[in-house]
């Protein structure tokens, strides 16, 4: 699975050294965060935020070669449910699997995790199944995605604060035109020239991708039409 800026990775610490954090990445290797990027503030003790062989959700900020850079303290507490709630639903699919495929299954799984996440992989095999039945014939694929698609999914929710401002006399007719909704995005009013932008999706990463687009549009949007955009960073 190829990695870029910006994306949610699931990772395991594998060791501290002085002001570093070394992890293993969820099928992508390895990567490292700095101390700077594990919480904002001061940082009187690593341990209190990383410990090995802990389970955490980061954030890529750079890729150089084989060194990915990453970033604990840049991730949400929604971005890091909804990643957790995806690994914690792989795990059951990875149960569905086994009953359906029996010994096959390691070589099943290898097979399709060397191109992706077996979670995006089965998502996407729920809508067009052909891959699925290439991999392990259409029979177990249908049993497998008759199983799927009984089991409940949360909904991932992502939300960030704006702030949108201008000196404009018609000022609020211009913001209302730059934050148009749409279905997939909510917008609701908090204070003056505070705004909260809310998407919900099936999978964290579509949400992200929602989310970022729809904000870098309103952020081209705030430019052109003169009017100053800020993101809340939490």
């Known amino acids: 699975m190829n990695l870029e800026e910006g994306d949610l990775v699931l990772c395991t610490v594998d060791k501290i050294e002085r002001t570093s954090v070394f992890v293993n990445i969820e099928g992508n ?16 003790n690593l341990r209190d935020y990383v410990v090995p062989k802990k389970k955490i959700v980061c954030k890529v900020l750079r890729i ?31 149960g ?28 996407e095999a729920k809508e067009n199944p052909k891959r699925l039945e290439e991999i392990v014939g259409k029979k177990d694929a249908e049993n497998i995605l008759s199983i799927l698609k009984k089991e409940k999914q949360k ?10 401002t201008t000196k404009e006399a018609d000022g609020i007719e211009i913001i209302k035109k730059i934050l148009k909704e749409t279905l997939e995005i909510k917008i609701s009013y908090i204070a003056a020239g505070r705004y909260s932008i809310k998407v919900e ?11 970022k687009e729809f904000l870098k ?9 003169n009017v100053e955009f800020n ?3 939490k």
């Open 201 to 211: 999706d099936n999978e964290i990463k579509k949400a992200d991708t929602k989310l």
């Open 29 to 44: 290797g390895q990567g490292s965060i700095i101390l700077s990027e594990i919480a904002p503030g001061r940082i009187r």
């Open 64 to 94: 150089k070669g084989n060194n990915i850079e990453l970033s604990l303290r840049r991730v949400s507490q929604k971005e890091r449910k909804g990643v957790l709630e995806e690994y914690k639903q792989e795990k059951s699919y990875i």
């Open 155 to 164: 909904k991932i929710i992502l939300k960030k604060e704006i702030y949108l």
């Open 231 to 233: 993101l809340k960073e």
């Open 217 to 225: 549009e309103v952020e081209k949007s705030s430019k052109r039409l």
């Open 96 to 123: 569905v699997l086994k009953g359906v495929l029996g010994n096959k299954v390691e070589e099943i799984i290898k097979k399709i995790t060397e191109q992706e996440r077996l979670y995006d992989f089965l998502e």
